[in-house]
Each structure stands twice: as structure tokens, then as C-alpha cells.
């Protein structure tokens, strides 16, 4: 069975209840169930995990990205200052999908730098949560 994890980073636990205008009205947990039931109705199991610790999302990285198909990951505002980070998803075999809710380019200045990016498969910013869906999507009918 194909198996993907999904994992964001700090802050997003606040989903839903804070700055809607930016990021939304669903909660981590309802995006969560959407996804596991999505994996579900194509036969692929969806793993998600949120941390605001920065190691605990590196050792998420490490423990799914050796047997995982894919990894998506949110690393919030990590994604701006962390080289292991960075250096954890290159050491992975797994490929590694970027996912931004809002579009951080177009933000302030130190948001317009990923140090995750150049390391990612691939990704996405600027859709809302939806975002996440659609790279699930996409990995799963590719
Ligand atoms: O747009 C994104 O997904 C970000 O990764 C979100 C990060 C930000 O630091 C990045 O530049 C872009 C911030 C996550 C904060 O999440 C919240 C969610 C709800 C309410 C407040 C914060």
C-alpha cells in the first residue's frame, strides 16, 4: 500500500481559530480527516503529524522519508531559517513536496527565501489549505 505523510510545522496546530483571512476556517484536525479519508478511498495510507519542535519535525522527516512514497511538508516559518531542515529532506529518499497556505513571495521580505525549496520535489503556495489536497492529489494519480 502506498503510504504518504503529511507534516506540518509550527503554528498550524492554530488552524482554524486564528487569522482566517490568511489561513483559513478548518482546523488542523478536520484537514487532517479529510486527507487520511481521502488516502483511504484510493488505497493509500496518509500519516500527518504537526510539531512546533524543530527536531521532532526533522525526525518526522527521517522516520518516513526512507519508506514513505512521498513526504508533504508545511514547515512554517521554519521554512525561512532551517538548514536541518533543509539538510534532513535532501538526506531522505522519498521526495519531498513544499506547502505553503499563503503565497510567502509575495509577503514580507524574509518570507521571500525557502531554504527548503531548492531541496522539494516540489510544491505549492498561495491556494489556501486547499493546497494540500492538491499535491496529495497529484502524487497519488501521478
Ligand atoms: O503560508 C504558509 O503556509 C506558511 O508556511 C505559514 C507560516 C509562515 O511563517 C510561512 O511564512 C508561510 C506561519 C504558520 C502560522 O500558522 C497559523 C495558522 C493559524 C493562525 C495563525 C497562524
Same mark, same amino acid.
Given at each position: 500500500m502506498?503510504r504518504?505523510? @503529511?507534516?506540518? %510545522?509550527?503554528n498550524? &496546530?492554530?488552524l482554524?481559530?486564528?487569522?482566517p483571512? #490568511?489561513? %483559513?476556517?478548518q482546523?488542523? /484536525? +478536520?484537514? /487532517?480527516?479529510?486527507?487520511?479519508a481521502?488516502? $483511504? =478511498?484510493? %488505497?493509500v495510507?496518509? @500519516?500527518?503529524? $504537526?510539531? &512546533?519542535?524543530? %527536531?521532532?519535525?526533522i525526525? =518526522?522527516? $527521517?522516520? &518516513?522519508?526512507?519508506?514513505?512514497?512521498? @513526504?508533504? *511538508?508545511n514547515?512554517?516559518?521554519?521554512?525561512?531559517?532551517s538548514?536541518?531542515i533543509? +539538510?534532513?529532506?535532501?538526506?531522505?529518499?522519498?521526495?519531498?513536496?513544499?506547502?505553503?497556505?499563503?503565497?510567502?513571495?509575495?509577503?514580507?521580505?524574509?518570507?521571500?527565501?525557502?531554504l527548503?525549496?531548492?531541496?522539494?520535489?516540489g510544491g505549492?503556495s498561495g491556494?489556501?489549505?486547499?493546497?494540500?489536497?492538491? #499535491?496529495?492529489?497529484? @502524487? *497519488?494519480?501521478?
Amino acid at each position: 500500500m502506498k503510504r504518504i505523510a @503529511i507534516l506540518n %510545522g509550527p503554528n498550524l &496546530n492554530l488552524l482554524g481559530t486564528r487569522e482566517p483571512g #490568511v489561513y %483559513g476556517h478548518q482546523t488542523l /484536525e +478536520d484537514l /487532517e480527516a479529510s486527507w487520511v479519508a481521502f488516502g $483511504q =478511498a484510493h %488505497g493509500v495510507e496518509v @500519516i500527518c503529524f $504537526q510539531s &512546533n519542535v524543530e %527536531g521532532e519535525l526533522i525526525d =518526522a522527516i $527521517q522516520a &518516513n522519508g526512507f519508506d514513505a512514497d512521498a @513526504i508533504l *511538508i508545511n514547515p512554517g516559518g521554519y521554512t525561512h531559517t532551517s538548514v536541518a531542515i533543509r +539538510d534532513a529532506i535532501a538526506a531522505v529518499d522519498a521526495p519531498v513536496y513544499e506547502v505553503h497556505i499563503s503565497h510567502p513571495e509575495a509577503r514580507e521580505e524574509f518570507r521571500k527565501t525557502s531554504l527548503v525549496r531548492e531541496v522539494c520535489a516540489g510544491g505549492v503556495s498561495g491556494l489556501g489549505v486547499r493546497g494540500y489536497m492538491t #499535491v496529495l492529489e497529484s @502524487i *497519488i494519480f501521478k
